[in-house]
C-alpha cells in the first residue's frame, strides 16, 4: 500500500500522464477486463481504481501505491474502465517538469531493465534482458543520485500500478501474484491527484473491493445515494446508451476514449 512519503510533487500539480497519451501502442493476447461503475450518488467526484497490495510482492520495503485509473464522473453516469493484465516497467520523476517513461514486460523474457540518469534525464538500458520467469526486475546504477524525486516500479496496461522511491545500486525485485489471484479497489471522491501520482489509500473514501471470479471478465461498482457500494458479476443491469452522454469508455493507459 502507499508509503506515504512526501515529495515536492504536489498531487495534481504537473501530473504524469498515461504513457498512450505520449504514442506508446498496446499489444496483449490476453482477455481484456471491463469494471463498469455506476455513480447513483449524488455528488459528482472522481474515480480512483487501483490495485491491491497483495497483486506483487517486492523485496525492497512496502512499495507506493499509485492511481491506476482515474476519472471524474458525475450523478448518473457510468463509467467503463477497460484493461489487459500486460505489464510494464516503469519510473517516474516527480520534480520540477514530471518525466516518465513506460515499458513493456514479459514475466519470461525481457524481464529485466537497467535504470540510468545522464543529463538529459532518467532511461530504461535497451533492449531489456531476460531473467528469473516470473519476476520483473529492475536494476538502478551507479549514476541514480541518493537524493531525487523519482520512483521506478511496475504498471499494468500503459499506467503505473506500483514504485519505489529510486536510488543508486538497488536491485528491485517484483513478483506479480497469479492473474486468478488479482485484485483491484475502486474509490469515489474529492480528489486532486491524477493517474500515476502515489497516493495514500487510508486517506481515501470506503473504497470496493473488484475480484474477478474464475471466467468471469465484467464486474460492476454502484455507488448509491448514500455512498455505500454493491458489487456484482456482468455489466450494470440498466446500461445507458452511449449516445446518451451518460458513458464513459475510460482504458488504462490511455484515458477517456473518444
Not at 84 to 111: C, P, R, V
Not at 170 to 183: E, F, M, R, W, Y
Request: a negative charge; aromatic letters at 12%; one cysteine or more.
Amino acid at each position: 500500500m502507499g508509503s506515504g512519503i512526501t515529495r515536492k510533487k504536489l498531487a495534481g500539480d504537473h501530473a504524469v500522464q498515461p504513457a498512450a497519451l505520449l504514442g506508446k501502442q498496446r499489444m496483449s493476447g490476453n482477455p481484456q477486463y471491463n469494471l463498469w461503475f455506476v455513480n447513483q450518488s449524488i455528488s459528482a467526484g472522481k474515480l480512483c481504481v487501483y490495485q491491491d497490495g497483495g497483486n506483487v510482492a517486492f523485496n525492497q520495503a512496502t512499495p507506493d501505491t499509485l492511481a491506476w485509473m482515474v476519472t471524474g464522473a458525475n450523478p448518473s453516469v457510468q463509467v467503463n474502465f477497460k484493461w489487459d493484465t500486460d505489464y510494464d516497467f516503469a519510473w517516474f520523476d516527480y520534480g520540477s517538469t514530471s518525466t516518465q517513461q513506460i515499458e513493456s514486460a514479459g514475466l519470461n523474457a525481457g524481464n529485466a531493465v537497467t535504470l540510468s540518469l545522464n543529463q538529459y534525464g532518467y532511461y530504461f538500458k535497451a533492449p531489456p534482458t531476460s531473467g528469473p520467469s516470473g519476476r520483473l526486475s529492475i536494476q538502478m546504477d551507479a549514476s541514480i543520485p541518493s537524493i531525487n524525486d523519482a520512483v521506478a516500479g511496475i504498471g499494468m496496461h500503459g499506467a503505473g500500478t506500483f514504485a519505489s522511491p529510486a536510488g543508486p545500486n538497488i536491485n528491485l525485485v517484483c513478483t506479480p501474484a497469479q492473474v486468478s489471484g488479482l485484485a483491484y479497489w475502486v474509490s469515489f471522491g474529492p480528489y486532486t491527484f491524477e493517474v500515476n501520482d502515489s497516493i495514500d489509500v487510508s486517506t481515501l473514501n470506503t473504497p470496493a473491493k473488484i475480484s474477478f471470479p474464475y471466467g468471469v471478465y465484467t464486474m460492476t461498482a454502484v455507488l448509491n445515494s448514500q455512498n455505500l457500494w454493491s458489487v456484482y458479476s456482468g455489466p450494470p443491469v440498466a446500461v445507458t446508451a452511449p449516445s446518451s452522454g451518460n458513458v464513459v469508455v475510460y482504458e488504462a493507459g490511455k484515458g477517456i476514449l473518444p
